[in-house]
């Protein structure tokens, strides 16, 4: 079974200051490792994804993160944070060629404080 | 012209009532998904349906019941409703029933059983 775990619930931080949200997950197949963001009474949206290839993986609004296999870690960074990326943020898996379903972590509250 | 749409976006009903989430997308995805969000902002997949089929029927109680009229509808059923019903219940789809797709959410259906 897979499993997400996101550490912090809550991360508060500075304008314009760099942040880390972490992500670990437990899986003993070959995953698929998605973030999505929430942004007050929205739905999901897409962050980013890792399928394969690079470790790096480059999202929208400035977002990366790495895959780590080692340290079973897909952490998601930020070099300057903006009021407006105040939101939820999921990470979830999904195992390669398995059913089609992703798993989520219990989320990371991005405050951003100006 | 939004792509997954949810109908009602807030839902506000008594123990014991039957009620229906509506879903509609306009992606021309054919793989569509609830997912329960609960008050903790856990985030669990309920169903999946690719092409009218169901292809993921989690743990639910045999109470919620999905129906997939066609490939761009489904909707979530829920009798006999119950106070841990109260959730934040989302659609989304998908192209195709690799994980590796991207899953488009709706803005959710904030279900609040009194």
């Known amino acids: 079974a897979q499993s997400v775990t996101q550490l912090d619930s809550q991360v508060p931080v500075f304008e314009e200051a760099p942040v880390e949200l972490r992500c670990n997950y437990s899986?003993?197949?070959?995953?698929?490792l998605f973030w999505y963001v929430q942004y007050p009474n929205q739905g999901l949206q897409l962050l980013l994804k890792?399928?394969?290839?690079?470790?790096l993986v480059k999202g929208i609004n400035g977002f990366e993160a790495e895959f780590n296999k080692s340290q079973t870690s897909f952490h998601l960074r930020k070099p300057s944070v903006h009021i407006s990326d105040t939101a939820e943020y999921f990470c979830?898996?999904?195992?390669?060629?398995?059913?089609?379903?992703?798993?989520f972590g219990t989320g990371t509250l991005l405050a951003v404080q100006p | 012209d939004t792509a997954v749409s949810q109908t009602p976006k807030y839902l506000v009903t008594q123990m014991g009532n039957d009620k229906s989430i509506k879903c509609e997308q306009n992606?021309?995805?054919?793989?569509m998904y609830w997912y329960k969000q609960d008050s903790k902002k856990f985030l669990k997949i309920m169903f999946s349906?690719?092409?009218?089929?169901?292809?993921i029927n989690e743990t639910v109680p045999n109470r919620f019941s999905p129906k997939s009229p066609d490939k761009a509808h489904l909707n979530l059923h829920i009798n006999s409703l119950e106070l841990g019903d109260s959730a934040v219940y989302f659609c989304?789809?998908?192209?195709?029933?690799?994980?590796?797709?991207?899953?488009?959410f709706g803005q959710g259906t904030r279900l609040t059983v009194v």
């Open positions: 989304a789809s998908s192209q195709g029933s690799s994980m590796a797709a991207e899953a488009f």
């Open positions: 899986s003993s197949v070959s995953v698929y």
């Open positions: 890792y399928l394969s290839g690079s470790t």
């Open positions: 979830a898996v999904t195992s390669k060629g398995a059913t089609n379903k992703l798993i």
């Open positions: 992606l021309g995805h054919d793989t």
């Open positions: 349906y690719n092409n009218k089929e169901l292809i």
